[in-house]
Structure formats: C-alpha cells, structure tokens
C-alpha cells in the first residue's frame, strides 16, 4: 500500500515484467504414445495360460507381479542417521505361491471338546429343573473366563488388547459343532429372545436353535472357538434354513 513521507505519497516499485515463457510443446507422439505399440515382453516369455489382459500388462505371474517389491539392499544409506539398513524380509503374504485352496481337516481339541460336553451336561440339568436359567448363566459366566484363560495357554485364541506380528499370528478355528453355539442358547433364553421356530418342550433346542447375528463391540476381546462354527457347521445350519425355515416365513 502507498505510505505517506514528506507530504508526498510514495508509490512502490513497479515489478519487473517476467520474460515470456517459451511456448510448450504440447505435441504428442502418437507412435510412442500407443501402448499397444510398445513391445512390454520382447522375449515372449509368458505361460501358455496367461490371458491377453495380463500379456497387456507385462505381468508374467499376475497377480503377484502388482505386489513385487525389492528389499532395501545392503549398501542403502540412511540419510539422516548415515547409518546401513539391512534389507527387510519379504511378508509371507508377497512370496509367489500357487492359488490353491484346500479344505483343512477339521480337529478339535481335547481339552475344548471335553470342556463343551461339560457345558451340554450342565445345560441338561436346567430342563430337569436342577438348576434355574440364572443360575445357569452364572457358572457358564465363570467357567468362560477359565476357558479363555486355558486356551490362550494353548494358543487357540488371541490374548485381549495385545498387537503382534502377522507371521506370528495364530491358526485360529471354530470348534462349535452345532448350529447355535450352547452359551449363546442360555444367554438368550434368560433374554426371552429365543424364537418359537427354535424352542422345543419351552426349550431352546441344540437341533432347532441358530446363531443369531451381532455385531461385535470395539473393545470386545476375540471370540472363543466354542463360540465359533466351522465352515461344515455353517453349511449345515443353511440347509436347515433352506429346507425348514424358509417356507414358514413370514410369520402370521
């Protein structure tokens, strides 16, 4: 802005005019531009089952070929420290290996097998009136946290609220063998929030009853594997949706 000395306003410099830029050369080379022009694999050196859409993309191994990276190599230099890196080891979720998807042989363990035959046992003695529906949930309440501990010693469930590695992750497996897992019938039972569909005798039944959807909470620690269906389970309690359910539906 003009400032006022001496009576006299000063007005500011006026600016160098810039040079003309030169003019940009916006031609393209529609020969070099032309990616189907472009030889991406000179050698031919592509398997007789690779499609025409993977030749375009000069990806020899495709998919794996989007996710190829290079290790930090032994005289890489950290700038800001000068100090040599060692190069990284590739995750096991990059190494080249055939798309191959077999189904795994499904075996529980012992201890987990005899721990949900207890469970099933102590669920019998409520429909013989033993025992209330409350009093139920109680001990399954106090024999859950055992079992969580128990198996988090055996390494068949994550520990809550830890973080490690992805190669030191668990194989993690469902071992619930029926179509509603026997912790998830007491507690809805005392909920009231059994369907009509499912019960039987006033009863939620093992060969009735289906999981029922939720969502799980942010701070919930991992699931159980009794708490969890294999996929034989979840095949079976779908026919039984199919074949029994369905046609019921929807209710009058």
């Known amino acids: 802005m003009p400032t006022i000395a001496n009576n006299k ?32 694999n000179p050698n031919n050196n592509v398997p007789n089952n690779t499609t025409n859409f993977e030749i375009n993309l000069g990806y020899e191994n495709f998919p794996f070929d989007l996710y190829n990276t290079r290790p930090l190599s032994n005289t890489s ?58 009093g139920l949930y109680d001990q399954f309440k106090a024999r859950r946290d055992k079992e969580r501990l128990k198996l988090e010693q055996l390494k068949l469930v994550d520990k809550a609220d830890t973080s490690k590695h992805l190669n030191d992750a668990i194989n993690f497996q469902g071992s619930c063998l029926e179509m509603c897992p026997v912790f998830e019938r007491i507690r809805r039972e005392l909920e009231n929030n059994v369907s009509h569909l499912e019960k039987e005798n006033n009863f939620a039944s093992p060969d009735k009853a289906i999981k029922a959807f939720a969502r ?35 209710e009058k």
């Open 9 to 40: 306003i000063a007005s500011a410099k006026p600016l160098k005019k810039r040079p003309n830029n030169k003019p940009i050369n916006n031609k393209v080379d529609n020969k070099n531009s032309n990616p189907k022009s472009k030889n991406i």
């Open 77 to 134: 230099v950290d700038k800001s420290t000068k100090k040599y890196k060692t190069p990284i080891e590739i995750p096991k979720f990059m190494v080249k290996k055939k798309l191959t998807i077999t189904p795994k042989l499904f075996k529980q363990n012992t201890w987990d097998l005899a721990n949900q035959e207890s469970l099933k046992n102590l669920e019998d003695s409520k429909k013989n009136g033993n025992i209330t529906t409350q």
């Open 216 to 250: 799980p909470a942010a701070s919930a620690p991992p699931p159980l594997p009794s708490d969890v269906r294999p996929p034989n389970v979840l095949v079976k309690a779908l026919n039984y949706i199919v074949d029994n359910i369905l046609q019921t539906l929807p």
